[in-house]
């Protein structure tokens, strides 16, 4: 069988490891790649020298494919995307924005382009706008998400709907059973990223990486709703934020409450108490920093385990 | 291979339907623990003597296994017991409110009983009342839901971890695919709810099921937070509900505006404007109103499907 996500970037396992600020510089997009998934490099947040870097030493360490993920609001967009294109990454994954604006300027420097998506809405959006991949995102998902709150479960039958082309699952997926559950569903392939934070490559500050390690299932939630949904652990800077949105806040309150540097100060700089600190809620099932291309090979096993279990059954 | 759901309750196929306010009465039970599944009379509003014509009439229809889903809250709990242990009702699902409290005392009388949590903080008190299976529902279920939002792909696997007994998933299951994935998941068998509404044998007013067929992704929304969440459809009720949350409304300002007897007026009354139209995410994939053993066939021919498309991945 060939799969078309693995057919669509050359690679051998549909996985795909989420670019995420703070959290995926070339170290971790190299280690996942090397080991058959698809690394991309974060490159919200990095100035275009930065990604430049990442970029060539990405390139050093593997001669396997890998991209890099970039948000369409970033305001050096446009010296980010010639940098990508001078560079020659053959993979790129946007989000938020609208995919129309760059992706058949990617296209035609033979970049293959996959969009993130919260909803059937922004993935018609994809289709008329001819991405080679959609990503559908949901609510469990970690970092920024989309205002409807529609689930990964919910959402892959109803973007499955509209389209054969390939798609990945993303939010949720912690496990191999996850990766299974999602090709189950209707799937090509996964994106993975709370997995991935917890591992040996991520640039994520170890202060963050053990705050995974102690997360339960109730120790997510997504909050400002009024700025952009973000989905953060419930540490100080977390209660602020409900107090102030309990009382019915406004936007301006809460980006007071916000500031500048939130992300950076949690994730990379390990302020666990006041920084923000974006994971998904799958965050309650890893238990272990890993190496990443032992993630990988965890999550084939359990894939394997998965299919076995639906394969005995007798229905 | 014996199954743990379908052994435990003498079954065919691991499928359970939730037991539901104003939708699922003994002609819904009956239709489906006929079609292979389990059928649940959803005992929630129901007077006593309701209840025991509902078990009497469900009885009458089908000689296959069915249960009565029961909310530990209600205030005539005690009367609506001892009926469904009169009467003979081999299974129960209990919902809200300490399953201790009535856990051993049903057992006594050889039932069996499942009850529904939204988290792992709720599953360990279903483990320490020794309960016979859990029920473990995701953000994305329609009606009363948790507090702490994790959906059905990130709670299955964290309640896996704790315990080996039967594990039912619910919140987001709308095909046989769906039931596949939970399966790969590591769950036993799935409980359907929104699916079942839209059948012809649901007591759900036809205004209502109709609306289903019109619900689009983000077409539902988890609101009244403040009292106990409740997953909507997107009404005028709803518009008025959430311009009082986002002015950071209290809960007594909410349990004025909700009132009483609005779920009734919206699912059984039809009033799709005014009333409250309890429904799950899933429903933006829900197309047809169909009689119940089609649902049933129907699943396990897309549970064959999914299987098929796993068995053929090469990785």
């Known amino acids: 069988m060939k799969n ?3 057919d669509l970037f050359g690679i051998k396992y549909p996985i795909i490891q989420g670019g995420m600020i703070w959290c995926s510089g070339w170290k971790l997009a190299a280690a996942v790649s090397e080991a058959g998934g698809l690394g991309l490099i974060g490159a919200g947040a990095m100035r275009p020298d930065e990604l430049r870097e990442n970029i060539i030493r990405c390139r050093a360490e593997t001669d396997k494919p890998f991209g890099v993920n970039i948000p369409l609001l970033y305001p050096d967009i ?8 001078l560079e020659g990454v053959k993979i790129v994954f946007t989000s938020a924005g609208n995919p ?3 992706t058949s300027y990617l296209q035609r420097f033979g970049i293959k382009v996959a969009h993130v998506v919260p909803s059937t809405r922004f993935a018609k959006k ?8 959609i990503v559908a995102e949901g609510f469990e998902a970690g970092g920024h998400n989309g205002t409807e709150e529609t689930t990964t479960l919910a ?3 109803a973007v499955r709907e509209l ?4 798609l990945i699952a993303a939010g949720g997926i912690g496990s191999g059973r996850a990766m299974a559950a999602m090709i189950a569903l209707g799937a090509d392939g996964v994106q993975v990223g709370s ?3 917890a591992s040996d490559e991520s640039s994520a500050h170890d202060n963050f990486k053990r705050m995974i390690l102690n997360t339960w299932d109730g120790g997510t939630r997504l909050v400002l709703k009024k700025l952009v949904p973000v989905r953060l652990i419930k540490n100080e800077f977390y209660k602020q934020v409900r107090a102030l949105e309990e009382e019915g806040a406004s936007a301006e309150e809460l980006a007071e409450l916000l500031g500048h540097g939130r992300a950076k100060r ?3 700089e390990g302020d666990i108490l006041n920084g923000e600190l974006e994971i998904g809620q799958i965050a309650s099932t890893i238990h272990e920093i890993l190496p990443a291309a032992t993630i990988i090979d965890n999550f084939i096993k359990e894939y394997r385990e998965a299919r076995k279990d639906i394969m005995l059954s007798e229905w």
Chains 1, 2 share one sequence.
């Open 4 to 6: 078309k996500i693995t």
């Open 78 to 85: 446009d010296e980010l995307l010639k940098i990508i294109v």
């Open 100 to 102: 129309k604006q760059y």
């Open 126 to 133: 994809c289709i008329e706008a001819g991405v080679d991949a």
């Open 155 to 157: 959402l892959i039958p």
């Open 163 to 166: 389209t054969d082309m390939p």
């Open 195 to 197: 997995r991935f934070v």
């Open 266 to 268: 949690g994730m990379a």
